[in-house]
């Protein structure tokens, strides 16, 4: 069973950096489309960032120019890097992974994706 962890939450202050790393197990996640999700408090799931097996990178527009997506095909794991903190970005932060595209489906969509990691917090200080 494939399974997803996500670690380099924590408390930073806005303006800082912050990387969050998503180790997939499994010899089968290499070939896994991965995303990246926030939760805010009382909001729905929203995409922010995917990579797909072959390298190809998205990002929302709300951290375009913020967050980058990267990943190290020989460790499967999967690492968002994000600068330029803003408080707003305070959620609770999901590794995504097995992407199986449907009628009218995106990278963006929680829908599309069958495998989540239990997600980890990153509050983001002023």
């Known amino acids: 069973q494939v399974q997803l962890v996500e670690s380099g939450g924590g408390s930073v202050q806005a303006g800082g950096s912050r990387t969050l790393s998503c180790v997939a197990s499994?010899?089968?996640?290499?070939?896994?489309?991965m995303g990246w999700f926030l939760q805010a408090r009382g909001k729905e799931r929203e995409g922010i960032a995917a990579?797909?097996?072959?390298?190809?990178?998205y990002a929302a527009d709300s951290v375009t120019g913020r967050f980058t997506v990267s990943r190290d095909y020989a460790k499967n794991t999967r690492f968002l890097q994000m600068n330029s903190l803003k408080p707003e970005d305070t959620a609770m932060y999901y590794c995504?992974?097995?992407?199986?595209?449907?009628?009218?489906?995106?990278?963006?969509?929680?829908?599309?994706?069958?495998?989540w990691g239990q997600g980890i917090q990153v509050t983001v200080s002023s």
């Open positions: 995504a992974a097995d992407f199986r595209a449907g009628y009218r489906l995106t990278w963006r969509d929680a829908e599309g994706y069958h495998i």
């Open positions: 499994g010899d089968a996640a290499i070939r896994f489309q």
């Open positions: 990579v797909t097996p072959i390298g190809i990178t």
